[in-house]
């Protein structure tokens, strides 16, 4: 083996081994030894580090839901805040095979999947970066090479474009890279120049950005010239590889400035270079796809995918294959690198993704339940060599993927009933009623574009109008809840005093809320739900009890029994739906959930006639309860961990409990320290990790009171009380003399928790503050959304101490530089003030960056200092001994400018100054001061003022000293009105 290194080192050692030229007939190679070649040609022959790719869910950067470039990972390293002793700031030259997701955000290609045969949710991006070394020469005699020699493309398919230039950026074009092109023998008629729309990158509205050259591939060739279809959208002539030279900054005011360092990035997309090599038309015909259209195929049993599209594709047959091979594919990636389909974010968008291939499969390639997962294993055959943590993960995802499709697929066939009901319905030429459409949206997860595509198939529209309305209602809603909850406290969600003795003098019984405690853990660890049928036993509207609600009306609706949490303990109540049983079609959204005297008031608006003595079964959204039960078991161990480190006089005061976030009060005489914040941490951390069991039990009131550590029942609590205790048994708990709720979190609860700590994951502090003297809050995430938090403030603490070696290694001389440095350490203040992170970090950075802020505004007065004594000796020497100095002088400041002002009249008593500075932006700064002994003839503020008007500016100050500004373009005249003045009052 030892032998075999020497080899390596020609170029013909490392090429694939298959016959090197696209065209028809030739060995095609696989995807897997392209993407091998590529990563070994510059690892091996040009020296790049082979780096893994990152996780498609981002790290630290709040600004994307998807990795979606391979450059993602490396944004620190060009944003210049990657940490100079960090492995990241070391790398010189890097390659590597990065998954990428485009859909939702700013690149969004999730429409488009199935309707071409080239957009992609998922997909690979090959890329090799330099920073700071190679250029554009190295970078393009490279792309070359690998593409011509060792993938055997012919030359003369390929065209290659670059920056022609900006004459309203003062951008000349970019000749350099031009050069490069022709000087490896790319014909001129193959060298094309393009706009900055097309041929100059950005990162976005600030940073680095640059030129760039890309490579296109005529599929057609045959000796042909076909120049004019570069960047004209033709699918014969494709992109295949973009160069992008990092030399420019955008800065805030839009201009350019060049970058200390000059950095490569580029990017191919390994499926367009798998169909050129592999002569193919379509991605989709690639050894990337085929292996899971066979598998699709083979799971519905139905025609075979032809690559069909547009009016050609008879029913959608071959759409659906795209769409289904393409997000499977993304699921299987997502769900690997821990994006579930979820709520919110990323994981809302996975879940349209999901959905969008669920029903593809259902209804139009009519394949059997099961279909999406049983293609997991074809991914992990095209994709898990490159990327292992596939493997390791596929049943995971497999279940993960059948838990979702089952849920909506019961949501899909219940939608599909109540939109062919409704079309039955309406009136011919009729748009599809609005409030269906937002049922249908906002209470079965229906995506929107399902919805459209639906209705498409039918040739009916949707009334936008009307649900546009909708949607702008339900955002008010929501901006304004607090208010508009109190505004129905009094009408549908709280029962009258008289509605109350009604019902009692009526017999009606109280609601059983039991089954919202029934749910268990499943066989791979989700939790389920039981279900819940009840009883109408009265509807309450317009404060009086009713019999029947019509349709279209807001009620509250009375059950004899309900698994719904209504809201109470600091829990917020659960939403969801009901339906009457037998009319499976009618969802009756349930909006809020409050308990009243004994009684559970469901918020519900009527899609049709609501009567007492309705039987119906009640879906509550468990995604939403669950994000709560994590949050309040989360409540629960806060409040033990806030004892443990704070001591036992730390009482709680208060709490509130949503899917989103937990807060709790509490009593404490001083601040807390970040170290005791961090200390509260990890007691959490610790209880999750030891996954602890959690129990609960309804006891007698009078045997809970003798539970020690138990905080005082002054709530008024029902009898029995419910006991909620962490890691130990509540029979434990309750055994004379015992310690163990001393030594754990035991309390009195009616909410809903985990059965286990683990799920919980993980627990950040994101705020703690003082609400009064003695009375702390403090906000906590659970989940990812606390690993999110941590990522963010890792890489804002990086931010920060790239900001302070810069500022504390390096000898500034210039003003301006540490002013530079002063700004970015303010626009870090803000960030790190608003940002949701650890609180304690947040804490330390924010003390780092007070004291770099004080460090800076020190320096700055030391040099403008400096700096204006400089000036002002030399100004003396000029003037000598001369009653009033008038002169112009360079500044890069009002400050700097008034104090050489300042240090000529310490240094010359009697003597009057004025100095005027021109900027590079055309205005002209104005100081001035007068000497005591012209008082009170002579005033600085008429001075400034006569001065400034002639340069049509403003002034202003005190009979001592004045400062203003103008335009340069009456300077010379100013100067003149200075001295006629002077001498006016002298």
Same mark, same amino acid.
């Given at each position: 083996?030892?032998?075999? !290194? ?38 091996? =022959? ?96 490279? +792309? ?62 600030? *940073? ?12 057609? *060739? ?57 002569? @193919? ?110 493997? =390791? ?18 949501? #899909? ?13 309406? @009136? ?16 079965? %997860? ?12 039918? %040739? ?14 339900? +955002?008010?809603?929501?901006?304004? !809840? ?7 406290? !009094? ?53 009086? #009890? ?25 829990? &917020? ?52 309860? #669950? ?44 601040? $807390? ?30 045997? &809970? ?81 606390? @690993? ?112 050489? $002002? ?43 003022? &006569? ?40």
């Amino acid at each position: 083996m030892a032998a075999a !290194g020497p080899l390596r080192l020609p170029l013909l050692a490392v090429r694939p081994p298959w016959p090197r030229c696209p065209r028809r007939g030739a060995a095609r190679p696989p995807a897997g030894q392209v993407r091998a070649a590529f990563l070994r040609f510059f690892e091996e =022959k040009h020296g790049h580090r082979c780096l893994p790719s990152a996780p498609v869910r981002p790290r630290g950067d709040p600004t994307l839901l998807f990795v979606n470039s391979g450059m993602n990972q490396f944004k620190p390293v060009f944003l210049g805040t990657a940490h100079p002793r960090s492995e990241l700031a070391q790398q010189r030259r890097v390659v590597n095979s990065q998954k990428c997701v485009r859909a939702g955000g700013k690149h969004n290609d999730l429409e488009d999947v199935g309707r071409d045969t080239y957009h992609h949710t998922f997909f690979e991006m090959l890329g090799n970066w330099s920073f700071g070394d190679y250029f554009k020469e190295e970078a393009c005699s490279m +792309a070359w090479e690998l593409l011509t020699e060792v993938y055997k493309i012919p030359k003369d398919r390929l065209y290659v474009t670059y920056f022609g230039g900006d004459s309203s950026l003062g951008l000349n074009a970019d000749e350099e890279c031009r050069d490069v092109w022709l000087s490896l023998g790319v014909p001129a008629n193959h060298v094309l120049p393009f706009p900055m729309k097309d041929n100059f990158w950005e990162m976005g509205d600030t *940073g680095p950005c640059g030129p760039c050259t890309e490579i296109h591939y005529d599929h057609v *060739g045959g000796g042909r010239n076909a120049s004019a279809l570069v960047n004209q959208g033709s699918p014969d002539v494709v992109e295949i590889w973009n160069l992008v030279f990092m030399q420019y900054s955008r800065e805030v005011d839009g201009n350019l400035l060049p970058l200390p360092q000059h950095h490569v990035d580029t990017g191919m997309g390994l499926e367009r270079l798998v169909t050129v090599l592999q002569n @193919k038309r379509s991605n989709y015909d690639t050894d990337l796809f085929t292996p899971i259209l066979d598998a699709i195929h083979k799971g519905c049993g139905g025609p075979r995918y032809q690559g069909l599209v547009g009016n050609a594709d008879v029913g959608h047959v071959d759409m659906a294959y795209r769409v289904v091979a393409d997000h499977v594919r993304t699921l299987c990636v997502c769900i690997t690198d821990g994006i579930y389909p979820g709520l919110s974010g990323a994981e809302l968008v996975l879940r349209r993704i999901l959905r969008r291939a669920v029903r593809f499969c259902a209804e139009v390639l009519h394949a059997p339940r099961g279909l999406l997962a049983s293609l997991v294993p074809a991914v992990v055959e095209v994709l898990g060599d490159a990327y292992p943590e596939l493997k =390791k993960n596929a049943d995971q995802v497999m279940d993960i993927i059948n838990e979702n499709e089952v849920a909506f697929l019961s949501s #899909l066939e219940r939608g599909r009933r109540i939109i062919e009901r409704t079309v039955q319905q309406m @009136k011919p030429s009729a748009d599809f009623p609005a409030e269906v459409a937002w049922s249908l949206y906002g209470n079965l %997860g229906f995506p929107l574009d399902l919805i459209d595509l639906m209705l498409e198939e039918k %040739g009916i529209r949707l009334d936008s109008a009307a649900f546009n309305e909708l949607v702008l209602e339900d +955002a008010k809603r929501k901006a304004h !809840g607090p208010q508009e909850g109190r505004q129905l406290e !009094g009408t549908v969600v709280h029962l009258d005093v008289h509605s109350m003795a009604q019902l009692q003098r009526d017999n009606i019984p109280a609601t059983d809320d039991s089954p919202k405690y029934s749910y268990k853990l499943g066989q791979h660890g989700q939790y389920e739900f039981s279900p819940c049928q009840a009883t109408i036993l009265m509807l309450y509207r317009d404060q009086s #009890l009713q019999k029947e609600v019509g349709a279209g009306q807001h009620c509250g609706v009375i059950l004899d029994r309900t698994n719904f949490y209504a809201e109470q303990g600091g829990q &917020a109540s659960d939403r969801g739906y009901l339906i009457r049983l037998g009319q499976q079609d009618i969802l009756f959204p349930v909006e809020s959930v409050r308990l009243c005297g004994g009684y559970v008031i469901h918020e519900v608006t009527a899609v049709e006639t609501l009567r007492a003595g309705d039987q119906v079964q009640l879906f509550v959204d468990e995604v939403q309860r #669950l994000a709560c039960m994590t949050n309040h078991t989360a409540t629960h161990l806060l409040n033990f961990a806030l004892r443990h480190v704070l001591g036992d006089s730390t009482e709680q005061r208060g709490s509130h409990v949503t899917a989103e976030q937990l807060r709790f009060d509490f009593n404490i005489k001083g601040p $807390v320290t970040v170290e005791q914040l961090q200390q509260v941490e990890q007691v959490v951390q610790d209880v999750i990790k030891r996954n602890e069991a959690v129990y609960m039990a309804e006891v007698p009131l009078a045997l &809970a009171r003798r539970v020690q550590g138990l905080r005082a029942l002054d709530e008024g609590y029902p009898d029995p009380v419910r006991i909620v205790s962490l890691g130990v048994p509540v029979e434990t708990v309750l055994t004379s003399n015992s310690q163990a709720a001393m030594q754990t979190s035991v309390e009195l609860c009616c909410g809903t928790h985990l059965l286990q700590t683990g799920a919980m994951e993980d627990l950040a502090i994101v705020s703690e503050r003082q609400l009064v003297k003695g009375i702390s809050r403090v906000i906590a995430v659970t989940g990812r959304q606390a @690993k999110q938090a941590r990522e963010v403030g890792q890489c804002l603490a990086m931010e920060v101490d790239s900001v302070s070696i810069r500022m504390k290694q390096k000898r500034i001389t210039s003003v301006l530089e540490m002013q530079n440095l002063s700004k970015e350490v303010g626009q870090l203040t803000k960030v790190v003030a608003s940002t949701a992170m650890p609180q304690w970090q947040r804490r330390e950075l924010q003390s780092i960056l007070k004291s770099l802020q004080r460090t800076a505004n020190t320096t700055i007065k030391k040099l403008e200092v400096q700096q204006a004594e400089e000036k002002a000796q030399r100004l003396l020497a000029k003037h000598c001994n001369q009653p009033v100095i008038i002169d112009t002088v360079p500044a890069d400041s009002l400050s700097i400018l008034m104090k050489v $002002v300042n240090q000529l009249c310490d240094k010359s008593p009697g003597t009057s100054v004025l100095l005027l500075s021109p900027q590079d932006s055309g205005e002209v700064l104005c100081a001035c001061q007068v000497s005591k002994n012209c008082l009170p003839m002579f005033s600085a503020a008429d001075w400034a003022v &006569a001065v400034c008007t002639q340069m049509e500016g403003k002034a202003g100050g005190s009979p001592v000293v004045a400062k203003g500004s103008g335009n340069a373009k009456g300077m010379q005249g100013a100067l003149t009105t200075a001295l006629e003045f002077a001498r006016s009052k002298l």
